[in-house]
């Protein structure tokens, strides 16, 4: 089962906490990008990076009078998780290769370096997992997503969709500071494109956990977006990067519902039927 049986936490704070919490996030990115400003930042400073969000984010459920244990999903639903994340990508794969046979362009029917070297691969995903996917989803979608929906009414449909889209464009300013300070970019269409996507990036990965309410499996998604296991070559062209986002996240988000559907006991998606059963801090 990919749904752990938890509800929508009883959070205590108002909405200054969350607000202090991402202000904060931004501040500090921005000074570590100010530090280190490169494309992709040294291996100490990406780790000291995700410890600070995971803290940062404990600290702020605390306050919140939430245990943080109860956003994390039980360790039995990792082998599912691993499941759908799997089938996705094999799926992804045979599409990928149909379209090389077929002779279009961007996909070569040639071995990628995934391919010839899995285990170097396991070990940038698990890295990109652990460091980057689970610290900043256990921020935006455990914490931040979670808040907001509460905030906004509750479990309701409304309130559920207006958690994922405000969360969605929190997530997308969140890459502002590397946009500007790391890669030198300034304002223009470049940006707004940029901005898009991240939206739908963040759109998918919250609907993911709002269907599922599991962070491990809205995090290897993550990581593994970040890391593609690709098989064959893959290179689509930059002005159908868009395009080739929207397909790739509403799969995404279809094969998650599908797989809610198929497997949950009464067919319908966490998202609607969520019981409040969050502990507080220190049970």
């Known amino acids: 089962?990919?749904?752990?049986?938890?509800?929508?936490?009883?959070?205590?704070?108002?909405?200054?906490?969350?607000?202090?919490?991402?202000?904060?996030?931004?501040?500090?990115?921005?000074?570590?990008?100010?530090?280190?400003?490169?494309?992709?930042?040294?291996?100490?400073?990406?780790?000291?990076?995700?410890?600070?969000?995971?803290?940062?984010?404990?600290?702020?459920?605390?306050?919140?009078?939430v245990a943080p244990r109860s956003l994390l999903p039980p360790a039995r639903t990792l082998l599912p998780v691993v499941g759908v994340v799997a089938a996705f990508w094999g799926l992804y794969n045979l599409v990928a290769l149909a379209l090389a046979l077929g002779g279009v362009s961007g996909f070569e029917a040639t071995l990628t370096r995934t391919a010839a070297h899995p285990l170097l691969y396991l070990a940038a995903l698990f890295s990109s997992l652990l460091f980057t996917a689970v610290p900043e989803e256990f921020l935006f979608r455990a914490y931040l997503q979670q808040k907001f929906t509460a905030l906004a009414g509750g479990i309701t449909r409304r309130a559920v969709l207006s958690g994922i889209g405000l969360v969605a464009?929190?997530?997308?300013?969140?890459?502002?500071?590397?946009?500007?300070?790391?890669?030198?970019?300034?304002?223009?269409?470049?940006?707004?494109?940029?901005?898009?996507?991240?939206?739908?990036?963040?759109?998918?990965?919250?609907?993911?956990?709002?269907?599922?309410?599991?962070?491990?499996?809205?995090?290897?998604?993550?990581?593994?977006?970040?890391?593609?296991?690709?098989?064959?070559?893959?290179?689509?062209?930059?002005?159908?990067?868009?395009?080739?986002?929207?397909?790739?996240?509403?799969?995404?988000?279809?094969?998650?519902?599908?797989?809610?559907?198929?497997?949950?006991?009464?067919?319908t998606p966490i998202v609607w039927t969520r019981r409040d059963t969050s502990a507080p801090v220190g049970e």
């Open 1 to 65: 089962m990919l749904r752990p049986d938890t509800g929508l936490p009883r959070f205590k704070g108002g909405p200054l906490v969350p607000v202090v919490t991402y202000l904060l996030v931004l501040v500090v990115l921005s000074g570590l990008v100010t530090i280190s400003p490169r494309t992709s930042p040294p291996p100490v400073l990406g780790t000291l990076w995700g410890i600070f969000l995971v803290v940062l984010t404990v600290a702020a459920v605390r306050i919140e009078a």
């Open 169 to 267: 464009v929190l997530f997308a300013l969140f890459h502002l500071p590397r946009w500007f300070l790391a890669l030198g970019h300034g304002v223009g269409s470049a940006l707004a494109a940029e901005l898009l996507g991240l939206t739908l990036m963040g759109l998918a990965y919250g609907s993911v956990y709002a269907l599922t309410g599991n962070l491990w499996l809205v995090a290897l998604f993550h990581a593994s977006m970040n890391h593609p296991p690709f098989i064959i070559t893959v290179n689509i062209p930059s002005g159908l990067h868009l395009v080739a986002g929207v397909i790739e996240y509403a799969a995404i988000v279809s094969l998650v519902y599908l797989t809610v559907r198929v497997t949950g006991s009464d067919g």
